[in-house]
């Protein structure tokens, strides 16, 4: 993934998982993300700008390691 913040990403569509490796090596895991919000970060021209402002701060999630 081309990004300056994100390593890569993985999504679960039924269960509604969003899953976000950031370079720095931590892993997240969103839950309850629209395949819509998923969609619109692999489309988006920023992808750590729509991370940030669309996910990182809107989700409840979990840090599974780093």
Known sequence: MSSSLIHSVGYD???RVLEVELLEGHVYQYRD???FIYEGLL???SKGAFFNKRIASRFSFEQLHH
């Open 13 to 15: 569509a039924a269960a």
């Open 43 to 45: 489309a988006a021209k």
């Open 33 to 35: 993300v629209s395949p």
